[in-house]
Every structure is written in C-alpha cells, then in structure tokens.
T-cell receptor, first 112, second 111 residues
Framework: NAGVTQTPKFQVLKTGQSMTLQCAQD?????MYWYRQDPGMGLRLIYY???????DKGEVPNGYNVSRLNKREFSLRLESAAPSQTSVYFC???????????FGPGTRLTVT | QKEVEQNSGPLSVPEGAIASLNCTYS??????FFWYRQYSGKSPELIMS????GDKEDGRFTAQLNKASQYVSLLIRDSQPSDSATYLC???????????FGTGTRLKVLA
C-alpha cells in the first residue's frame, strides 16, 4: 500500500518548456488534488477532482491543466513553464467518511 | 473568505514539556479538522483528525475542538526534538471538497 505517489521528484525546466506531473493513489479515494507550496505562502490549491470524470479550478489555476485519467491517477500539466511556477508541487487524495486527506512526497520544480 | 488562522511562531518549548498549538477558523460550516506535521523539505503528514466537540487522544497527541468558539488545538505531551516541524491546521466543509489550510506554526523543541 504505497498511498499517494508522484513522479518525478525533481525537475528543472527552461522557460517555455512543457511537462506533466504524474500522481497516483491506491487508497480507492474519490477526490484528488494538486497544490503548490512556496516559502511563506502556505499550500495553495491549483486544481482538484472531486470524483472521477470531474475537475475544478482551485485558487491558482492559471498556467496549469489537469486530467483525471481514472480513479487512481490525476496529472498536472504545465504547457509553457514560467519562472513564477518554480515551486514544490504536492498531490493529495481524500476519501472516507471524514474526508481525511493524504499527501504524496512532492515534486520540486525549478523553471529557469 | 473562509480562513484558518495560525500563529506562525516559532513556538519554542523545552524537551519533555507540553507544546500547545492553536488554530481558529472562520467558516461555521466546517465539519472536519485536521492537523498535519511537515518536516522541512517533506510533504505534510496527517497526524490527527477531529470531527466532534471535545478531545481526541492518540498517543502523545491530543486534538481539541470547540465549535462554538471556532477553535482547534493540538497538544503534544512529552515533546521531543524530533517533534520540531511546522504544524498545519486544516478544515473542510462537508460537500465542498476543498480544504482550507492555515499557514502553519513552526515548533522548536529544545534539547
């Protein structure tokens, strides 16, 4: 039981390049999330998927797209990376009666 | 705007003491509350969840919820240097699927 997994762990991009961050969970949770965390800013919600087949914008969606591929997988795509997207990205999933949320290990992204 | 407020700290306590971390929330509709521990460079780790008024204990951790005062706290008994981390408080309103996180309190346990 791996919980929430994310790939890659680290990535360096040049401005304008694109990439997809992958996330998978094996807890049979309905809801999945993408956050970014910057120093002094706390966790900010980028996109979430309440259930398979649905996605919604969070607090900071500009510059990102998501795909809920199936119940287990939720990917985040940067179409044209910008230095302002340098951050640590966390995927999370939640479920159960009390909506407990669990986080993946994170992807540290640097855009130069 | 729904908010969860925490004192950023740092909160310094000596080893073996009780650390008390506090959190207030603005949305009266919030139904579930969570405490996460985050070590530097790591992801948030769920350590306690609480849904009903009162206390919930798990080992050295006790979460306290007072919905009338819109207040959640986390007590860490017999604090250890390994408890030094940032503690995030979060709340969710049933049916919204969005978690509101505080910015965290940095705890330092001094050996």
């Amino acid at each position: 039981n791996a919980g929430v997994t994310q790939t890659p762990k680290f990535q360096v991009l040049k401005t304008g390049q694109s990439m997809t961050l992958q996330c998978a969970q094996d807890m049979n949770h309905n809801s999945m999330y993408w956050y970014r965390q910057d120093p002094g800013m706390g966790l900010r919600l980028i996109y979430y998927s309440a259930s398979e087949g649905t996605t919604d914008k969070g607090e900071v969606p500009n510059g990102y797209n998501v795909s809920r591929l199936n119940k287990r997988e939720f990917s985040l795509r940067l179409e044209s990376a910008a230095p302002s997207q340098t951050s640590v990205y966390f995927c999370a999933s939640s479920g159960g009666k009390f909506y407990e949320q669990y986080f993946g290990p994170g992807t540290r992204l640097t855009v130069t | 705007q729904k908010e969860v407020e925490q004192n950023s700290g740092p909160l310094s306590v000596p080893e073996g003491a009780i650390a008390s971390l506090n959190c207030t929330y603005s949305d009266r509709g919030s139904q579930s509350f969570f405490w996460y521990r985050q070590y530097s460079g790591k992801s948030p780790e769920l350590i306690m969840s609480i849904y009903s008024n009162g206390d919930k204990e798990d080992g050295r951790f006790t979460a306290q919820l007072n919905k009338a005062s819109q207040y959640v706290s986390l007590l860490i008994r017999d604090s250890q240097p390994s408890d030094s981390a940032t503690y995030l408080c979060a709340a969710i309103t049933s049916g919204t699927y969005k978690y509101i996180f505080g910015t965290g309190t940095r705890l330092k346990v001094l050996a």
